[in-house]
């Protein structure tokens, strides 16, 4: 049978039990969103998005402006609205107030201050920065940031990390007192540069052992609080006790076919698989998955094969369960099974130079296109907008190695992920 996978993705702040950690509210989809075309203006209602030079821009509460690549930004303030940054470039911007959420990967933005915005690095978002100054509210939900000198936390400054969220700087300096939190899905701080000179804890860090620092020695600067300390420690990811490749779900004959990856498992037991129908009550529906399907480089692949679904929409979550019975989750998967000519083609397929995509669904806004081969290896990515119910591009696959890919095509909360195979 036919199938079409629509993977809604949905961070762990969706979900309201006490073993599903959230820092801020789930972000805003830019579904739907109006494209904005014009400059000078003034937003306090709506989603716009920005795929295109825009400047001299207001971001009023109850706005929402969503950027991607090829889009910029240039001379704008953030008073009280949100933008959501997935790409592009983005200059001279006064985020003031309200919510500054970075899903793409963000590289030192040229003249730009967060004031009293509140900055979210959530869903993989990747903020690269010089230095960084944490004076108001920084969250960092599933996302990284990379600080190549000083990361420093001023006494009105707080940072809430969850779902494994990492922080890599050269050296840290803290004046809130335990003004850094971990929600019980864990955060890392790694800190490459500890000694004296370098690290200034004016105060403690933190009263909540879910916040792993990672230390490169023996040295261990004091005031970290209640932080969990791994020393002698590479990076944060070898802090976490399980760091994701991926997890995703494909359609399969007898039922749905879960995989993923993990690059690191320190301390770890076993993950048990559990569903749900409605993303808030989750039941376990495996034993303790122990053993991967196979290891690679370092790289563990474990897989599993639910049998029990019909034809419907279901969501996945791993627990993982360390060594000392801790307990952490991974993202939320959703998978809707339907025939897939009546949303999502792809022609030809096998593709040998030219592959044409198809997709018909009435939902509009930003859609983001990326092609991965079976390694995991990006070969492609680009961002459109789909402004009416059918949209249609093409993809040059002519330069391409023979082998097989993994099409990834999101809009707003839904992913599309399609198997291609590539001939010469």
């Known amino acids: 049978m036919k199938q079409t996978i629509y993977l809604l993705f949905f961070l762990l702040t969706l979900v309201s039990q006490p073993a599903w950690s959230q820092c801020v509210p789930a972000s805003p989809s830019c579904s739907g969103c109006s494209a904005l075309t014009s400059s000078n203006q003034n937003l306090s209602a709506g989603t716009w998005c920005i795929t295109t030079a825009i400047s001299n821009l207001t971001i ?6 969503c950027i991607s690549a090829p ?16 790409g592009g470039t983005v200059t001279n911007f006064n985020a003031n107030s309200g919510d500054f959420r970075v899903h793409g990967a963000l590289s030192n933005p040229v003249n730009t201050s967060f004031n009293g915005a509140r900055l979210i690095v959530e869903n993989g978002g990747i903020l690269n920065m010089t230095n960084l100054t944490v004076n108001g509210s920084l969250v960092v939900d599933g996302g990284t940031i990379n600080v190549t000198n000083l990361f420093s936390i001023n006494g009105g400054g707080s940072v809430c990390m969850a779902n494994m969220g990492m922080i890599h700087t050269q050296s840290l300096q803290n004046n809130a007192s335990n003004g850094t939190t971990a929600q019980s899905t864990k955060g890392c701080i790694s800190v490459a540069q500890p000694q004296n000179g370098q690290t200034f804890l ?62 690191n498992d ?12 409605d993303v808030t009550a989750f039941l376990p529906i495996s034993g303790p998955v122990i053993d991967p399907f196979r290891v690679k480089n370092g790289n563990k692949t474990y897989q599993f094969l639910d049998r029990t679904v019909p034809a419907d929409v279901y969501y996945y979550r ?45 939902e509009t806004g930003i859609i983001d296109l990326e092609l991965l081969d079976m390694n995991g290896k990006h070969w492609l990515s680009q961002s459109d907008l789909k402004i009416e119910k059918s949209f249609a591009r ?31």
């Open 318 to 362: 791993l627990k993982q369960i360390d060594t000392d019975g801790q307990v952490t989750y991974s993202k939320v998967i959703g998978i809707h099974l339907n025939n897939a000519d009546l949303v999502l083609k792809l022609y030809p397929n096998p593709v040998i130079d030219h592959l044409g995509i198809s997709l018909e669904t009435a």
């Open 71 to 86: 889009g910029s930004l240039a001379n704008a303030n953030l008073n009280g609205g949100t933008l959501i940054y997935n």
């Open 60 to 65: 009023q509460p109850g706005a929402v402006v």
């Open 202 to 263: 004016n105060n403690s860090l933190t009263s909540s052992a879910n916040v792993l620092v990672c230390l490169p020695g023996t040295f261990t600067p004091s005031n970290l609080g209640s932080a969990t300390v791994s020393t002698n420690c590479v990076g944060c990811s070898s802090a976490l006790p399980v760091t994701y490749t991926y997890f995703r779900a494909q359609p399969h004959e007898k039922g749905v076919a879960l995989e993923w990856q993990t690059s």
């Open 394 to 424: 093409t993809l040059s696959m002519r330069q391409l190695p023979t082998g097989e890919y993994l099409l990834t095509i999101r809009l707003g909360n839904q992913y599309y992920i399609r198997k291609i195979a590539k001939h010469n």
């Open 266 to 277: 320190l301390r770890h037991s076993h993950f048990v698989v559990e569903r749900s129908e």
